[in-house]
């Protein structure tokens, strides 16, 4: 399962195929939607935005195409008119003079409009995105306070797109490290410093993610790597002993025994 940081790089990719050229041909292959597809031509794509793990496709004419990907959805980008060899159907085409983008298999797809957005009901439920850089450690804060949440063992919690959208298991790994706190904990359990501490880390390790991962390291050398994540056995950096691994809510945990007792 890919996670936030993963699914807004390709997002990016996405759109930089196509960004602020008008398009020449638009399809939208699912009942419903279908209607949409004349008024887009000509039109541009501003932005390709992920909200969890449906993404959010601005046109300039002030539509949002949403679109869930759930298990089987894809996108694909071609040169223009290209189609790729496959079984798979079609249900969206963004096309410009010299690039395409395909949605396949997808099915969760509507046009709303920017109004509708929050009354989404896949939207709705989601919490603060971590990659959005509104989001503050304040809200993250207040949220751990709130008593939807407070409650919570910390191993659910940071799987919970509605505490925050935008972590996946192996941030959760790495937010737990970087706290320094158990996933057996909850927020109630918690003092005012480890509140903070979680609240930073829920926010600064997927964005360094999203920044530095996959890639080579830059000039200062900044480049994100799993300090504890898939390293079972290995020595943990701050304190030597090692890793272990486990699982919660059936996904693998890995954390320091010592500094995260
Ligand atoms: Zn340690």
């Known amino acids: 399962m890919p996670e936030g940081p993963e699914i807004r790089r390709a997002a990016d990719q996405l759109v930089a195929a196509i960004r602020n050229e008008p398009l020449r041909h638009v399809e939208l292959n699912l ?12 039109q541009r794509v501003l932005a390709i935005t992920p909200r969890g793990k449906a993404l959010l496709t601005r046109f300039d004419g002030g539509k949002v195409l949403y679109s ?16 790729p060899a496959t079984k798979r159907q079609l249900r969206v085409v ?9 949605l396949y298999s997808a099915s969760d797809i509507s046009m709303l409009d920017e109004s509708a957005l929050s009354a989404h009901p896949f939207l709705s439920k989601l919490g603060p995105d971590a990659l959005d850089e509104a989001t503050t450690v304040a809200e993250i804060e207040a949220r751990l306070g709130d008593p939807r949440f407070r409650r919570r063992q910390l191993a659910a919690l940071l799987l ?22 158990a996933a057996a904990r909850r927020p109630m359990d918690l003092d005012d410093d480890e509140l903070k501490a979680l609240a930073e880390a829920c926010l600064a390790l997927p964005r360094a993610s999203y920044r530095t991962r996959g890639r080579r390291a830059g000039p200062h050398g900044a480049k994100f790597r799993f300090r504890v994540f898939d390293r079972a056995g290995e020595p943990c950096e701050a304190c030597g002993t090692p890793i272990e691994r486990s699982e919660a809510n059936s996904r693998r945990l890995y954390a320091c025994p010592s500094c995260q007792a």
């Open 160 to 181: 919970d797109q509605a505490f925050v959208a935008g972590l996946g298991n192996y941030l959760r790994s790495e937010i737990l490290f970087a706290a320094g706190l």
């Open 94 to 102: 963004l096309e410009t003079e010299r690039k395409a983008l395909l």
């Open 68 to 83: 869930h990907n759930q298990l089987y959805g894809v996108w694909r980008v071609a040169r223009a008119g290209e189609r």
């Open 31 to 42: 009942p419903g939607i279908e209607r949409y597809a004349a008024a887009l031509v000509g």
